[in-house]
């Protein structure tokens, strides 16, 4: 709850411009800003080939400035990805923290409704709003013809308490009212079109 408080006096001092003290506002973690481009692959290249980390930072300030200047999903070309992930963990089924993880997807027919979606879970987690925070790895925005999404990534895909508990979570901070699935990465990894395991 403190960077929550750090949260609104940086966003009250930005406004204000009563930043008297210039200390930048600490996050609880560090975190990493990840891009993949899928628009372009190679013909053959392996999945995850294009997949880069391009920011790590744990400042209310930097977050501002990084989201501000970059990571609007409505900024991403076609087949697009950004990721927000705790620092030390990849965006990755195979990272170990993913391993024996699953998502929850939300998918958005709206470009402006993506990035209002994409701001509220980055705030949400930042501000460490998920009493479950350990649990999260991270989430992604694609921008995919058949429809845009969003996925929140968590570590512990057999715990179904805990994952519902997250999902409901996630449903009321991105203001979401249609159903949500959760998938385990497991599954993905044996076939392509898997049945979810989770609902909310
Ligand atoms: P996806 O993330 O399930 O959906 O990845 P996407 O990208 O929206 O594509 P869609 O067309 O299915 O909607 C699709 C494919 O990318 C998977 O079937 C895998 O072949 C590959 N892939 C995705 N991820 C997240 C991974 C990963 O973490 N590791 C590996 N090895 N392959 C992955």
Request: net charge negative; charged share 30%; with cysteine.
């Amino acid at each position: 709850m403190a960077t929550e408080a750090a949260i609104e006096a940086a966003a009250t001092e930005a406004a204000t411009g009563t930043d008297k003290e210039k200390q930048p506002h600490k996050l609880e973690r560090k975190w990493a800003f990840w891009f993949d481009n899928q628009s372009k692959p190679k013909q053959g290249a392996a999945w995850g080939t294009s997949l880069r980390q391009i920011y790590t930072f744990d400042t209310v300030e930097d977050f501002w400035c990084l989201y501000d200047q970059i990571f609007k999903p409505s900024k991403l070309p076609g087949n697009g990805d950004f990721h927000l992930f705790k620092t030390g963990i990849e965006p990755k089924w195979e990272d170990p923290e993913c391993a024996n993880g699953g998502k929850w997807t939300v998918t958005s027919n709206r470009k402006a409704n993506l990035d209002t979606m994409w701001l509220e879970t980055l705030m949400a987690l930042i501000g460490e709003q998920f009493n479950e925070a350990d649990d999260i790895c991270g989430v992604v925005a694609s921008v995919r013809q058949r429809g845009d999404k969003l996925a929140l990534w968590t570590k512990t895909a057999t715990n179904e308490a805990l994952q519902m508990s997250i999902g409901r979570k996630w449903k009321e901070i991105i203001d979401v009212t249609d159903k949500m699935t959760y998938n385990f990465h497991d599954d993905s990894r044996r076939e392509r079109n898997v049945k979810s395991r989770y609902t909310v």
